[in-house]
């Protein structure tokens, strides 16, 4: 059973930028779309991103496009979310995740493999 486990979350000011990490355990993340979602204080869980595994190809929320950078290097067994230009409204816990297709699903019931989180808070 493949394990994920966040880090890299913090707090920086408005502007600033923040490079979480998901690291995987138990299985290769070679054969798996990775996905970054997040929750915000009193919010639904959201989608941020996601990376197929057979085309790299990638997928954006419309709230962070140009902003964040998801990446994948599967020598490391690890995804990357660069995130610049950072927004206090984009201040929530973020979630990384996995699943077997190669379809970059934006929903978070598509994805069964779930990480524990990492906080970031954004100050203005």
């Known amino acids: 059973q493949m394990k994920l486990v966040e880090s890299g979350g913090g707090s920086v000011q408005a502007g600033g930028s923040l490079r979480l990490s998901c690291a995987a355990s138990?299985?290769?993340?070679?054969?798996?779309?990775m996905a970054w979602f997040r929750q915000g204080p009193g919010k639904e869980r959201e989608f941020v991103a996601t990376?197929?595994?057979?085309?790299?190809?990638?997928v954006y929320a419309d709230s962070v496009k140009e902003r964040f950078t998801i990446s994948r290097d599967n020598a490391e067994n690890t995804v990357y979310l660069q995130m610049n230009s950072l927004k206090p409204e984009d201040t929530a816990v973020y979630y990384c995740a996995a699943q077997r297709t190669a379809y970059t699903d934006t929903y978070s019931f598509e994805y069964d493999i779930w990480g524990q989180g990492t906080q970031v808070t954004v100050s203005s």
């Open positions: 138990g299985r290769t993340i070679n054969t798996y779309t």
């Open positions: 990376i197929s595994w057979r085309t790299d190809s990638t």
